[in-house]
Nanobody, 119 residues
């Protein structure tokens, strides 16, 4: 059974950067698109970015375009989310998810990693 584990979260000042990782075990990520989602306190979970199974197609929510970059290394069975120019409103628990295709049916969720942007 495919399991996903996020890492790389933490506390960062506004304007700073973090790189989140989503590592898979119990299966290969090659067959799946991977999405990053986030949930801030009191808010619904929202989709942040998604990368196709080959890495050839990506998409981003408008609020992170130009600041976040999603990438994947299928040889390492890992997907990354590089987050630059972080803002306090980026504070949330970030989750990765394997899906059959971006916006498609869910296969597996990770447990989440906390990102806090604060001075």
């Amino acid at each position: 059974q495919l399991q996903l584990v996020e890492s790389g979260g933490g506390l960062v000042q506004p304007g700073g950067s973090l790189r989140l990782s989503c590592a898979a075990s119990g299966g290969t990520l090659d067959y799946y698109a991977i999405g990053w989602f986030r949930q801030a306190p009191g808010k619904e979970r929202e989709g942040v970015s998604c990368v196709s199974h080959s890495g050839g197609s990506t998409n981003y929510v408008d609020s992170v375009k130009g600041r976040f970059t999603i990438s994947r290394d299928n040889a390492k069975n890992t997907v990354y989310l590089q987050m630059n120019s972080l803002k306090p409103e980026d504070t949330a628990v970030y989750y990765c998810a394997a899906v059959y295709y971006c916006s498609g049916p869910l296969v597996s969720w990770g447990q989440g990693t906390q990102v806090t942007v604060s001075s």
